[in-house]
Nanobody, 124 residues
Framework: QVQLVESGGGLVQSGGSLRLSCAAS????????MGWFRQAPGKEREFVAT????????RYVDSVKGRFTISRDNAKNTVALQMNSLKPEDTAVYYC?????????????????WGQGTQVTVSS
């Protein structure tokens, strides 16, 4: 079992920055991938970024490339999402997920573990 807890969300003005953190506990395999997803009101959960525990392969949705950076600290069992140049359309609940998937997988339904989510609100 893997337990995930997100933190770092909040209210920020357009153009501002936030850093989200996902703390993982329980037993994990090096082959697990960690992902950040978001869900805006009235929309399905959307892939944002992914990184593996055992590799450095990252992938981002096109809309956040150049603005968001996913990173990990294996020693601390944490995964972060640095979000810069935030836009109102980034407003969503952001979720940390974990799964035994390849870096090609962006479907949230393929991830088996989830955190509770953290709200990110970007004002105009």
């Amino acid at each position: 079992q893997v337990q995930l807890v997100e933190s770092g969300g909040g209210l920020v003005q357009s153009g501002g920055s936030l850093r989200l953190s996902c703390a993982a506990s329980g037993r994990t395999f090096s082959s697990y991938r960690m992902g950040w997803f978001r869900q805006a009101p009235g929309k399905e959960r959307e892939f944002v970024a992914t990184i593996g525990w055992g590799d450095s392969i990252t992938r981002y949705v096109d809309s956040v490339k150049g603005r968001f950076t996913i990173s990990r600290d294996n020693a601390k069992n944490t995964v972060a999402l640095q979000m810069n140049s935030l836009k109102p359309e980034d407003t969503a609940v952001y979720y940390c997920g974990a799964g035994l998937v390849s870096f090609l997988i962006t479907d949230p339904r393929k991830y088996g573990y989830w955190g509770q989510g953290t709200q990110v609100t970007v004002s105009s």
